[in-house]
């Protein structure tokens, strides 16, 4: 879970920078009402990735992870028209959910939701995206690396959310259970991104952390 205490910083950018619109004030009341709220990026985070999306000039994102389409839709707002933010989500539940609420939002057209396991999905994926945002099962980010590291397009940006493993990677016990998949999954694609030759990396300190990449040359 994401801090619920917000710190005087963020309290400030959330009231100065970010500002939801109607589609993205339904997701977040679905995600409350369902008791999912702060399993999803914060406003501040989901502004940082429109931010990327308009910077890179992206057309296609990849996302891995959905959850109800929150990120998505920061995303998919910053596409042209003829963008489109390829969305994968494991959970059922969760996918319908999506579905519906991306439907309804003013970019439908620019979000296309694929229900499965994401390893299995990027496999039989046929793009170079421009920027991919990893946010899902936390002992699969290793293989979800790799495949980002190979697809993107040169100058274009990997996302990852939760870098810190919420708290282990950092010394923190925040009553957070990760399994010993999830600790080796996470150093990997943190020291991956921080030194490979090919890529600029850097890590922001959000309360979960976040790392971000471009590739630089082939
Ligand atoms: C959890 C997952 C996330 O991606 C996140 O940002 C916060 C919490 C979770 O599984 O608890
Ligand atoms: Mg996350």
Do not use: C
């Amino acid at each position: 879970m994401s801090r619920e205490i917000l710190s005087n910083s963020e309290k400030y950018i959330l009231q100065h920078f970010v500002h939801e619109d109607e589609d993205l004030v339904r997701v977040r009341k679905a995600l409350i009402a369902d008791g999912k709220f702060g399993i999803n990026v914060s406003g501040t985070e989901g502004k940082l990735l429109q931010f990327l999306v308009g910077l890179t000039g992206a057309k296609r994102v990849v996302e891995i992870g959905v959850l109800y389409g929150y990120s998505t839709l920061w995303m998919a707002k910053a596409l042209p028209e003829d963008g489109q933010v390829i969305a994968i989500e494991r959970d059922e539940k969760n996918f319908i959910k999506a579905k519906e609420l991306m439907g309804a939002s003013s970019v439908a057209e620019r979000v296309h939701l694929i229900q499965g396991d994401a390893r299995e999905a990027l496999a039989s994926l046929d793009v170079t995206p421009d920027l991919v945002f990893i946010d899902a099962d936390k002992a699969n980010y290793r293989h979800y690396l790799d495949w980002a590291m190979r697809a993107v397009r040169v100058g274009g940006v990997i996302v990852g959310d939760n870098t810190f493993l919420f708290g282990h990677l950092i010394g923190e016990d925040r009553g957070e259970k990760a399994g010993a998949a999830a600790i080796e999954s996470m150093r990997y694609f943190n020291e991956t991104l921080a030194q490979a030759k090919n890529f600029r990396s850097v890590m922001i300190p959000t309360y979960e952390g976040m790392t971000l990449a471009q590739r630089l040359r082939e």
